[in-house]
Each structure stands twice: as structure tokens, then as C-alpha cells.
């Protein structure tokens, strides 16, 4: 079978590896040198382009892609086992943490084999663990992923706190705007714990200030990804005609990556709307030079205007 490898970032190094098992298999193997973002970014565009009648997408769980893709896609999860406990001490060892008796936990894929494991040991430790109900993008209960903390929110109305087991800042971060309780983040990789306090608050009030100003914004650009997993074609067509109704002029600007650079020319409009990956709006909008909604937030907007 001719197929197409993707992998994100950082499983990159095992391609070769993996194609030349899949070569020996019998297989005719490309690798997709594009970056890979998430379970959402399906390699389509390189995959029709060397006809492939596959893309593996390693390193993810299955996505309810939005887009139809034509060409079959079989993701392979690669789980990484961790040690786990010298950081759920430091956790343990935590004043705050320490007062938390019922621990909401999530993690991310890579990890959420080891999940029962982590919670065996919290609970060893006198804390009562509670593994929230998965999201609509994640597979596994207890798995968060960046535009999906479904998991975090289902433990959050009876747990203390939040604990997310995994690497960096991306997951917690969307844990702790979501979540009412406290986040706290344990990284197994950096070896160290840190609530994600404040961020929540930081969010909702840039939000805030992003609506107040949209209200009086003119020209909006509406940025549609046609990735896969992203691809919000009828959503931002919606938006569009509802702004339009509230008196404000809009366009629906389409692209595969949505990158600053790409749109730095487009001095008409005063406002993006992303109906894209919705971090764009949360991690990446100061590179924008311009400020950037996400699809929720204009469909506020333009209810507001409506009223
Ligand atoms: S939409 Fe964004 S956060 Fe969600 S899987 Fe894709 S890249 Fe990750």
C-alpha cells in the first residue's frame, strides 16, 4: 500500500525507523515533512499529492475530523511511560495541594495509559482522585487536549482541585480557563509543579476588553483553516451573515496555517475572528498586531449588537 507518515514534533526522529518497518512490510512510504499541530492537522494536501490510499497519523488519538478526507487516516497513539512519582511528591509535598483532598486528575494522550497507575498512588497517598468524563475531541476519560478540556470540567463541580499530569503549559493552560477550581500543573519531563493561577482571570479579562472594542470594530476578517480537524466553513459563513446584519462589514479568509505573517497585508480589517485551532486567539493573538476573537466570542458579539 502507498502511504503517508505524519508525525508531530516530537516523534519526528522515529520516522525513519517506522517507514523503513513499513517498507519491509511491503509498503510504499512517504513522510510528510509539513509541521503537525495537533490530531486536527491531517496531512491532506501532501497525501493527494503523492497518492497515497493512507495517511498514518502517528502520536494522537482518533478526531472527529470536520472535513471529509477522502483518503483513509488511522492514527497510532504513542504512549510514553513516565516516572511519575518523584513529581506527584513534590505535588504532595505542596502546602496548597496538600489541603486538597479530592483531586480532579487529566493528562494528555501520550500518558493517559499510566492514568490508573497515577491515581493509585495519589490515593495511596490519602487523596480522593476523580477522572472526569472525555470531551468531544478526546478519546479517553481523563484526556485533555488543548481546544478540549472536557475531562477537567466534568471532575471540576466535585474535586478541590485540578492536577494535570504531562510536559509544558499548553494542556494546564486550557484546564485552568475552563475550571473553576485551582489547575496545578506537574511535569514529569522538568521534574517540577506549578499552579496555573491567574490564568483564567487573565483570559476573561482580555475577553472582556476584546468585546467592549469589537463592538465598535467595522471590518472583520473571519479566518477559516482548512484543515481537517479546523475546517469551520459553515460557521464562519454564519458569522459572517450576522455581523452583516448588525451593520458590520466581513470577509472569510481561508488557509491552511493561519500565520500573522500571511495576513499582515490585509490593512481593511480592524478585527480577526479565528474559528480555526481556538489557541490561536489564546496563546498566539499579540503576533497577530491586530486583535483576534474566537468564533464564540463574535457570536457573542454579534448577539450583544442584536439586542
Ligand atoms: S485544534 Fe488546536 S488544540 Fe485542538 S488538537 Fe488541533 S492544534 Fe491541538
Known sequence: MRVLLQFPEGLKAKALEIAKRLEKEGN??????????????????????VHA??????????????????????YVEYPTRVDFKLVLRKALADPDFAKCKRIGLVTTVQHVAQIGEIRRFLEKNGKKVLIGKHGPFAKYDGQILGCDPGAAISADSKADCILYFGGGRFH?????????????????????????????????????????????GKRFGILVSVKPGQFALEAAQRLKKRLEEVGKEAAILVSDRV??????????????????????????WERFGKPVLNLAEAEELARLLRK
Open 259 to 284: 500565520e500573522p505573517e500571511a495576513l499582515e497585508n490585509f490593512h481593511s480589517f480592524d478585527f480577526y475572528v479565528n474559528s480555526a485551532c481556538p489557541r490561536i486567539a489564546i496563546d498566539d
Open 172 to 216: 494546564p493552560i486550557a484546564a485552568a480557563i475552563a475550571c473553576k477550581h485551582r489547575v496545578m500543573a506537574a511535569d514529569p519531563f522538568l521534574g517540577g509543579v506549578a499552579w496555573m493561577d491567574g490564568e483564567r482571570e487573565k483570559y476573561l479579562k482580555r475577553r472582556k476588553g476584546l468585546l467592549m472594542a469589537a463592538i465598535s
Open 53 to 74: 490510499e493512507k495517511i498514518i497519523h502517528y502520536g494522537h488519538a482518533p478526531f472527529p475530523l470536520k472535513r471529509k478526507t477522502g483518503i483513509a487516516v488511522e
Open 28 to 49: 510504499e512510504v512517504f513522510l510528510s515533512a509539513s509541521p503537525c499541530y495537533g490530531a486536527c492537522d491531517i496531512a491532506l494536501a501532501e497525501a493527494e499529492a
